[in-house]
């Protein structure tokens, strides 16, 4: 058997292209520079693999900031907006990505979603009536010769052609239908030119075919591959899937002319039954997702080479593959040096899947696969016992009645006593929580990891940030007011840190957007809360105002689904247990004077089941009660507050708004408010908060931008039950643009509030 990835991280072992193109934006290295970090990277990247014994490498894994705006660029689909900006090739990539305002315009970026289900983000492409998609870009074939320069014949990655064009926003009257001949004369050229250039195979992933697909789907599916296959010459062409089944289109896909079929094995419920009730194409090869590329504990030797031999029996050729690409792993275990070796053998960042790949074709290739060292080994990592069982919180899970995750009394109800109580403004105005981490606080917490700084005197730092934050809040002249959590380094590992049962890493780094980086927490055992672990920050940041000040906490669900969860364990068991710790956080931070919570589900929508019918058995049936159980024991005065990040929240607003939260935060300023639509059409109950503005753009929005987007607001919600926010936590963000933003807003606000009068 061969082996093979889907594709490799590309943020560098100790993140590089981050930090490089961080400079780049600040002025301080030179667009060649940052091509060059670029290039190191991607030949370290190249020889790893080639070292690891990777028989396929793939290339144009690269990105500086996404592979779909990569695929836009590429295929001529660039807003006009952008390319009128007059702007370096590279400058106006990252306009897309990031917005411009400058002296030669001021411009949004473009929308960004969710990956699937995964903490990645794309930039959603648009395109109009007048786009011409066509072959503009060079990049694929200049990475595929950059490899070969280097003694690899490499298997190009691109973006497949039904997936780009599913993704996309049409912004005029024509549809995807629409675009079928220019998309297919473009992935014709491309294939034409890789064929002139010497490839083997050519892979065009195609993960939307994992989702539920309709017949006008799988023909559009068909009609763009039945053009493009022709034009393949000597190139073999791999459609490759991930983060599903394609119980939808299977046929359809192993009819087309298709030289490889990337199935993924990890995720894909249906996969393997598929093949074992509908055969495999003799004339094909198996991509075979064995790997799981999304987690990283080793993989189970056994279970692999069972499902490897159920796969001989109808498929006569098969490469060993990731279930889906490694960008959404850490790139190496090599950097982890405080981790103790007990803990570190069972992890497999990307590095240790390369090896993975290796041992497992060894152990497949072998007469006596149960007799190799490499299996020994393995199933003997896999027998292991491990630490971390807490039966109480078993218990207090198994003991949860339905009863638990109701609150008293009913919304409406609460709606009035809360207004009693607090009294705000028409809009009131508020911030999603974090304030701007700004160097003292980074230099800081690096000193007392350190110990280059006690904890008393990182204390004291925290303790004048957050009163500087306060008194900064109140010169604005927000409503609602926030700490600013400069005590956490990131809203899922903090908390992770105040829990047992959870492992932390030094340099577990992945991509989430462009230059933003994430460290997942592990959940190691069961999850119970060691200690208060917000109430001293926040009771502090009260007692500085008189306005309400709100306790910030992450969800339950988000804590689950931006951790490196278990295996051995339901995802539902692991949730319930984190509700139960934030749920004990919440009834502190109330007995403690706080009378405003959050309770931040920014993932809540990530996770969900790509396909409609696991929808509710799958995940809302225990996410929304693990929600509901956190605030289900506070007071009616008490008011919960939520908040949801770059997602499509259309098709579940009935299950957010029976999460039962008093307010919910939502983004919506990339996606120019159209969630408002969807709230007016289900009669959406929560008080919303729908982000007037795009934190994680540089450009400073203005007073009459946002007056704009709270008048679209007030169009289509009751103005009672409007909030004015921005879209997001100002963690990335520097004070020269978020004092100036949150001036905006709220003078915005209060000439909203005069002409409502």
């Given at each position: 058997m061969n082996t093979t990835i889907i594709g490799y991280p590309r943020i560098g072992n100790l993140r590089e292209l981050k930090f490089a193109s961080e400079k780049y934006f600040r002025g301080e290295i030179s667009a060649a520079e940052l091509e060059q970090a670029a290039k190191e990277i991607r030949l370290f990247n190249l020889n790893l693999q080639k070292n690891s014994g990777l028989d396929m490498i793939p290339s144009n894994d690269f990105s500086f900031y996404d592979g779909v705006l990569d695929t836009a660029f590429l295929l001529n689909a660039v807003p006009a907006r952008y390319s009128a900006l007059g702007l370096s090739g590279l400058d106006t990539y990252f306009a897309a990505?990031?917005?411009?305002?400058?002296?030669?315009?001021?411009?949004?970026?473009?929308?960004?979603?969710?990956?699937?289900?995964?903490?990645?983000?794309?930039?959603?492409?648009?395109?109009?009536?007048?786009?011409?998609?066509?072959?503009?870009?060079?990049?694929?074939f200049g990475l595929f010769r950059e490899a070969l320069d280097h003694g690899v014949k490499t298997k190009p990655v691109l973006i497949g052609a039904y997936t780009f064009l599913k993704l996309a926003r049409f912004r005029g009257q024509k549809k995807a239908a629409d675009f079928i001949q220019q998309a297919a004369g473009a992935y014709s050229e491309l294939l034409e030119k890789f064929s002139a250039l010497g490839a083997e195979w050519v892979q065009f992933d195609e993960p939307s075919l994992v989702m539920d697909m309709t017949a006008e789907d799988i023909q559009l599916f068909k009609a763009l591959y039945e053009q493009i296959l022709p034009h393949k010459?000597?190139?073999?062409?791999?459609?490759?899937?991930?983060?599903?089944?394609?119980?939808?289109?299977?046929?359809?896909?192993?009819?087309?002319?298709?030289?490889?079929?990337?199935?993924?094995?990890?995720?894909?419920?249906?996969?393997?039954?598929?093949?074992?009730?509908?055969?495999?194409?003799k004339d094909k090869v198996l991509f075979a997702g064995v790997v799981n590329g999304k987690n990283i504990w080793r993989n189970s030797y056994a279970a692999t080479i069972l499902t490897l031999n159920q796969l001989k029996e109808h498929a006569s050729a098969i490469v060993l593959n990731t279930s889906c690409s490694l960008l959404h792993v850490p790139c190496t275990l090599a950097n982890e040096t405080k981790l103790a070796e007990g803990y570190k053998k069972h992890f497999a960042y990307a590095e240790e899947k390369l090896t993975e790949l290796a041992e497992l074709k060894q152990i497949a290739d072998s007469d006596a696969p149960f007799e190799t060292e490499e299996y020994r080994r393995n199933a003997a990592l896999h027998n292991e016992k491990r630490s971390g069982t807490n039966d109480a919180v078993k218990a207090k899970v198994a003991a949860l009645t339905a009863q638990d995750f109701v609150r008293q009394p009913e919304f409406a109800e609460r709606e009035k006593i809360q207004k009693a109580r607090f009294q705000l403004p028409l809009f009131p105005t508020t911030t999603i929580g974090s304030f701007p981490q700004t160097a003292d606080v980074k230099s800081a917490r690096t000193a007392l990891r350190r110990g280059e700084l006690s904890a008393t005197d990182y204390e004291k730092l925290i303790e004048r940030k957050i009163a500087e934050c306060v008194a900064l809040q109140e010169k604005i002249g927000l409503d609602v007011l926030v700490h600013g959590e400069f005590e956490r380094n990131d809203m899922v590992e903090y908390f992770g840190e105040c829990l047992d049962g959870y492992l932390f890493t030094e340099k577990a780094w992945v991509q989430s957007y462009g230059t933003r980086c994430v460290k997942p927490p592990v959940i190691w055992g069961d999850i119970s809360r060691a200690k208060p672990m917000t109430v001293r920050w926040s009771v502090y940041a009260q007692s500085l105002t008189e306005k309400p000040m709100k306790g910030m906490l992450?969800?339950?669900?988000?804590?689950?689904?931006?951790?490196?969860?278990?295996?051995?364990?339901?995802?539902?068991?692991?949730?319930?247990?984190?509700?139960?710790?934030?749920?004990?956080?919440?009834?502190?931070?109330?007995?403690?004077?706080?009378?405003?919570?959050?309770?931040?589900?920014?993932?809540?929508?990530?996770?969900?089941?790509?396909?409609k019918a696991d929808w509710h058995e799958d995940y809302l049936d225990w996410a929304i009660p693990a929600f509901r159980y956190v605030h289900s024991g506070v007071k009616p005065e008490t008011q919960i507050h939520t908040h949801m990040c770059y997602s499509e929240f259309a098709d579940i607003i009935r299950d957010i708004d029976d999460m039962d939260a008093d307010v919910i935060t939502f983004e919506a300023s990339r996606s120019d408010l159209t969630i408002l639509d969807v709230l007016k059409e289900n009669n959406f109950r929560t008080e919303v908060g729908p982000g007037v503005y795009d934190i994680h753009s540089p450009r400073i929005p203005s007073k009459e931008e946002i007056k704009d987007a709270i008048s679209k607001m007030r169009a289509r919600i009751p103005a009672e039950k409007l909030w004015v926010n921005p879209d997001c936590g100002l963690k990335t963000r520097g004070n020269a643009e978020t004092v100036p933003s949150l001036e905006n807003l709220v003078n915005a606000a209060k000439e909203a509030r005069n002409e409502n009068c």
């Open positions: 990505a990031r917005g411009y305002q400058g002296e030669k315009g001021d411009v949004k970026a473009l929308a960004m979603k969710k990956w699937f289900n995964t903490n990645y983000h794309y930039m959603v492409p648009e395109i109009d009536d007048d786009t011409e998609i066509r072959l503009t870009g060079t990049k694929p010459g000597s190139v073999k062409v791999l459609a490759q899937t991930y983060f599903g089944d394609v119980r939808d289109c299977y046929q359809a896909l192993c009819s087309l002319g298709f030289d490889g079929i990337g199935l993924d094995f990890v995720e894909g419920k249906h996969s393997l039954a598929l093949v074992r009730e509908n055969g495999f194409p992450t969800g339950p669900v988000t804590i689950l689904n931006w951790s490196f969860p278990r295996e051995d364990i339901s995802l539902k068991e692991s949730a319930l247990q984190i509700a139960l710790a934030i749920r004990e956080e919440v009834l502190d931070l109330e007995a403690n004077g706080i009378r405003i919570i959050q309770v931040d589900e920014a993932a809540l929508r990530e996770k969900l089941p790509l396909r």
